[in-house]
């Protein structure tokens, strides 16, 4: 079975950026997703890209965030721009529709 690890998480000002990593063993020719958790609240789907790299974001991420894949490393990316304080979650890689989780990576916006 596919095994995901995520990374690339961390504290980060208001309006600065990062970049997440999923990195993922076995084959790749899948759907990949980021979900993100806040404290207290479900977790939510924020981007996905299938294998030939078309991509779907939620609203509050559009033009934010973008999603790429590099299909030579097995590796999904969430380049995250403009975060504010509402992005504040632990971030999940999933392959869709019912495949294996990641274990998450924090990201924290905070001043």
């Known amino acids: 079975q596919v095994q995901l690890v995520e990374s690339g998480g961390g504290l980060v000002q208001p309006g600065g950026s990062l970049r997440l990593s999923c990195a993922a063993s076995?084959?790749?020719?899948?759907?990949y997703a980021w979900y993100r958790q806040a404290p207290g609240k479900q977790r939510d789907l924020v981007a996905y890209?299938?294998?030939?790299?078309?991509?779907h974001y939620v609203d509050a991420v559009k033009g934010r965030f973008t999603i790429s894949r590099d299909n030579a490393k097995n590796t999904v990316y969430l380049q995250m721009n403009s975060l504010n304080v509402e992005d504040t979650a632990v971030y999940y890689c999933?392959?869709?529709?019912?495949?294996?989780w990641g274990q998450g990576t924090q990201v924290t916006v905070s001043s």
């Open positions: 999933h392959i869709l529709p019912s495949g294996p």
């Open positions: 076995g084959s790749f020719r899948s759907i």
């Open positions: 890209i299938y294998s030939g790299g078309a991509t």
